[in-house]
């Protein structure tokens, strides 16, 4: 496993959580790093990313103003703060990690190569 997610678990709605995603085996550091989630019966869908020295940042329209992406190159580890949370963000949450280094946020949602194994979020309203 190169990306190890974790920090998920069972919150109330309008609460917060953190999720963190570190680099096992290989280094990341110059690589745009994401978050993408998946519900029950549904298409896994794109949540933020971050460029690789965090010069930008990119987010779903469902998250904008209550997520935050971050990443910490020294530890070599990206973040997901969530905050405001609702029912409808129960999925389970993967990061990723862009194909090659370099390539922008804006574009590492279609250039993914390496996943985490995935941590479950569940908010109970």
């Known amino acids: 496993v190169q990306l190890q997610a974790c920090g998920g678990g069972l919150v109330q709605a309008g609460g917060s959580v953190r999720l963190s995603c570190v680099a096992c085996?290989?280094?990341?550091?110059?690589?745009?790093k994401g978050w993408f989630r998946q519900a029950p019966g549904k298409e896994r869908e794109f949540v933020a990313a971050?460029?690789?020295?965090?010069?930008?940042?990119q987010y779903a329209d469902s998250v904008k103003g209550r997520f935050r992406i971050s990443r910490d190159n020294a530890k070599d580890t990206v973040y997901l703060q969530m905050n405001s949370l609702k029912s409808e963000d129960t999925a389970v949450y993967f990061c990723a990690a862009a194909r090659k280094a370099y390539i922008s946020a804006q574009n590492m949602r279609r250039f993914v190569g390496s996943w985490g194994q995935g941590t479950q979020v569940t908010v109970s309203s």
């Open positions: 085996g290989r280094t990341f550091s110059n690589y745009a």
């Open positions: 971050i460029g690789w020295r965090s010069q930008s940042t």
